[in-house]
Structures are given as structure tokens and as C-alpha cells.
């Protein structure tokens, strides 16, 4: 019995430092094991926390280096979109939804200045918006172009057309007047076998050469060529008897008078009206000057419409 308790530990201590060895292991694996809980959730705070951060970049306020970029991009699509305006209205196009774009960009241009607390992905969604709308209105200015130019050439030949049409009357209403004159002209009376006689007091009619006393009437006979363009109708028949010094023989109380011819008033020594009637009728002209002629070389020129329908001499001795 005795021997049996001395083989037993007499000190209760002697299994201490197992059993505090064992504890201490086990201590040391909670504190591990609460540190990398600790790491992990570090680990995923900071990367939520990046996420998360993105996220509100995202949508958050612009920095200032994209505050100075979208000034600039809005700036430029400004500068653009006014060009474009400029452009369609020379073209005829509608402007108005370029007009309200251009408000709504000075709107973003005023709000960035005065502050930079504007969403990111709201900015990207109006330019983006902005720039397709320019590249819509390109695609507008192109076909407004197709269509001016097309307008243009229709013009281009129109007028050509015109100038050539023009040409075309011009040329004859100059055949026309042409044609007009050489009617006229071929219309104009001519006098024919044009007779000068002095005629005495007993009635005797002598013809060629004759002296002062022997006229005491100048009697002057013609008639009127045939002429088929020239109409029927009256006829003033003018007679000028033109003295050896060059002044026509002139007397209003004998019938003398005055008519227009090529813009200048003339005199005229005796005159007929007549209906002409295409006959090759003869006309006889008597007129009695009041003093005696005095010798040389008198002319006789007979006048209707302004124009010589002819002339002869006869001298005085």
C-alpha cells in the first residue's frame, strides 16, 4: 500500500506546464484567427470602399482637370453648332432645334462656371447627345446642299435658255425693223417724168431753157410711179422750188409753208393733197411768184413723208 502511494506524484503542479502549453497554443490560434478576420475585412472594406469610390466618381462631382475638359468640349460643339446655324440658314433650312440646342449648351456652359457639382454621366449623355445632333445637321446641310446646287443648275439653265431666247427676238425684232424699213422704203412714191414749163400770159407753155419775162406762170407736171407696197390713202404732195442762190422760192399768201424732214423745219413753195390711188396719176402744179426769177439755175424737189420723192433742174436765162 505504501508502495503503491509512493509511485504516485506527490506535487499536483508537476502537469502544469502541459496543460498551460496547450492553452497558450490554443490562444495563440484565436488571436491568428481573429487578425485575419480583421485583414479580411480590411481587405474587402478596401476594396468595396474602391468600388464604391468608382461608383461615386461616377456620378459624382467633375475634378478639375474634367472640369476644364468639358468646358472645352462644350466650347467646341458651341463654336461648331453656331457654324452649322450660320450654314442651314444660308441654305433656307430650319434653324430652331439648333437654336434651342445652342441655349441648352450656354446653360451647361453657365451651370459648369459656377459650379463644378454636375453629374459625370449626365454631362457624357448631353455631349454625346450634343454631337450626334451636329452630325445629324451635317448629314441636313449635305442634302439642303444637293438641293441648292441642283436649284443652281436648273437656274444656270434657264437663264441660258433665256440669254438664247433673248438672242433669238432680239434678232427678230432687228429682222423685223429691217424688214420694216425695206417696206417702207419700198413703199416710198416716186415722181416721174418730172416737167418744168413756163407758161405766158397768153397761155403759152414752153418747156427747157426760158427767160424771166416770158413765165408768168411756173408750171410744174409729174406723175407717180407705180407701186404695189405702197397703200392706198391721202397724200400730202410737197413742192420746193429752190432759187440759184439757195433759198427756196417762199410766200404764205400763195400757199407757201413749212414741214418737218429728218428733225429740221423747212420751207416749201406750193403744196397738193391727193388720195393716192396706185394709178401713175398725174399731178400739175401752177404757181405765180409775185416778183420776176432771176436768171441761173432753179430746182425743183417734190416731197411727200418726209422724204424726196424727186427732182429736176430748169434754168432762167
Known amino acids: 500500500m505504501e508502495a503503491n502511494k509512493s509511485d504516485m506524484p506527490n506535487n499536483p503542479g508537476a502537469n502544469r506546464p502541459v496543460f498551460e502549453e496547450e492553452r497558450s497554443g490554443n490562444r ?15 481587405i474587402i472594406f478596401i476594396i468595396f470602399g474602391y ?49 434651342l440646342a445652342k441655349e441648352e449648351i450656354e446653360k451647361e456652359k453657365e451651370n459648369l462656371r459656377k459650379s463644378s457639382n454636375v453629374q459625370i454621366s449626365r454631362l457624357r449623355e448631353r455631349v454625346r447627345g450634343y454631337e450626334t445632333l451636329l452630325k445629324d445637321k451635317d448629314e441636313e446641310i449635305a442634302k439642303l446642299k444637293m438641293v441648292t446646287d441642283s436649284l443652281m443648275s ?22 423685223k425693223g429691217k424688214l420694216e424699213e425695206q417696206v417702207a422704203f419700198a413703199g416710198r412714191l416716186k415722181a416721174e417724168n418730172i416737167k418744168v414749163y413756163s407758161v405766158n400770159k397768153r397761155g403759152k407753155e414752153r418747156e427747157g431753157e426760158f427767160k424771166s419775162r416770158q413765165i408768168e406762170n411756173l408750171k410744174m407736171q409729174f406723175n407717180i410711179g407705180e407701186n404695189n407696197v405702197a397703200p392706198i390713202e391721202g397724200k400730202e404732195i410737197l413742192v420746193r422750188v429752190i432759187e440759184p442762190a439757195g433759198n427756196v422760192i417762199f410766200d404764205v399768201a400763195t ?27 398725174t ?5 405765180k411768184k409775185p416778183t420776176e426769177f432771176e436768171p441761173g439755175q432753179y430746182t425743183v424737189e417734190i416731197y411727200t413723208d418726209d422724204y424726196v420723192m424727186g427732182s429736176r433742174n430748169f434754168t432762167v436765162k
Do not use: C, P
Open 28 to 42: 495563440n490560434k484565436i488571436i491568428i484567427g481573429v487578425l485575419a478576420a480583421a485583414l479580411l475585412t480590411a
Open 255 to 281: 400757199g407757201s409753208g413749212t414741214f418737218m424732214i429728218d428733225g429740221r423745219e423747212e420751207f416749201y413753195t406750193i403744196k397738193q393733197d391727193i388720195l393716192f390711188d396706185n394709178t401713175k396719176q
Open 154 to 175: 436648273e437656274n444656270t439653265a434657264l437663264k441660258t435658255q433665256q440669254n438664247e431666247m433673248q438672242e433669238v427676238l432680239t434678232s427678230i425684232e432687228e429682222d
Open 283 to 287: 399731178l400739175t402744179f401752177l404757181y
Open 51 to 99: 468600388k464604391k469610390q468608382g461608383e461615386l466618381r461616377e456620378e459624382g462631382e467633375l475634378t478639375k482637370q474634367e472640369l476644364v475638359d468639358a468646358s472645352a468640349k462644350l466650347e467646341a460643339i458651341s463654336i461648331e453648332l453656331d457654324q452649322k446655324i450660320e450654314e442651314i440658314e444660308k441654305l433656307g433650312g430650319d434653324i430652331e432645334e439648333l437654336q
